[in-house]
């Protein structure tokens, strides 16, 4: 079992930022895919980002590209979204997931660990 626990989140004004971190704990996440999605009432779980933990290999969703940036601490088992120029439109509950085998990691269906979710709210 992987235990995902997220933090970071809070309110700031547009164009501001925030990190948001997931610490992984109860097994290695060595080999594991790592990803960030959001969801705001009403509205899908939406991608993000992700990264293959042992490659660094990352992907950025298009509305986010340029401003998130998904990375990790292996020391720390930690995984960080940076996200930069923040707009209102970001506002979102983001959610940490892991799995160690996934075919298309932009789906929420194909991870198998989620965190709790922690709340992001940009003000304009």
């Known amino acids: 079992q992987v235990q995902l626990v997220e933090s970071g989140g809070g309110l700031v004004q547009a164009g501001g930022s925030l990190r948001l971190s997931c610490a992984a704990s109860?097994?290695?996440?060595?080999?594991?895919?790592m990803g960030w999605f959001r969801q705001t009432p009403g509205k899908e779980r939406e991608f993000v980002a992700a990264?293959?933990?042992?490659?660094?290999?990352?992907y950025h969703a298009g509305s986010v590209k340029g401003r998130f940036t998904i990375s990790s601490d292996k020391a720390k088992n930690t995984v960080y979204l940076q996200m930069n120029s923040l707009k209102p439109e970001d506002t979102a509950v983001y959610y940490c997931?892991?799995?160690?085998?996934?075919?298309?990691?932009?789906?929420?269906?194909?991870?198998?660990?989620w965190g709790q979710g922690t709340q992001v709210t940009v003000s304009s």
């Open positions: 997931a892991a799995d160690h085998s996934i075919r298309d990691a932009t789906s929420p269906g194909g991870y198998d660990y």
């Open positions: 990264m293959s933990w042992s490659g660094g290999v990352t």
């Open positions: 109860g097994r290695t996440v060595d080999g594991y895919i």
